[in-house]
């Protein structure tokens, strides 16, 4: 017997039920990927980043690059 991760299950027939009502949305959702900290890292070397946190879990991430003011 094999397991099926309920979250694949949940996500699909939720994207399932907007597809008529929202086709381009769930186009968009569909070709998203989420990144890991290390990979956004890889991608902008050079930036800062903003973590988002809600109850100590790591949210979302944020590149940047601060702003620098000519003196």
């Known amino acids: ?24 949305w769930t186009e968009m959702v569909r070709g998203t990927r989420v990144l890991s900290r290390n990979r956004m890292r890889e991608l902008f070397p050079d930036s800062k980043f903003y973590i988002e946190r809600k109850l100590l879990l790591e949210k979302s991430y944020a ?9």
């Not at 590149?63 to 003196?71: G, Q, R, S």
Request: aromatic share 16%; net charge positive; proline share 6%.
């Open 1 to 24: 017997m094999f397991q099926v991760n309920s979250n694949y299950l949940d996500r699909h027939n939720l994207q399932k039920s907007w597809e008529k009502e929202l086709p381009v």
């Open 63 to 71: 590149a940047y690059k601060p702003w620098k003011a000519d003196t």
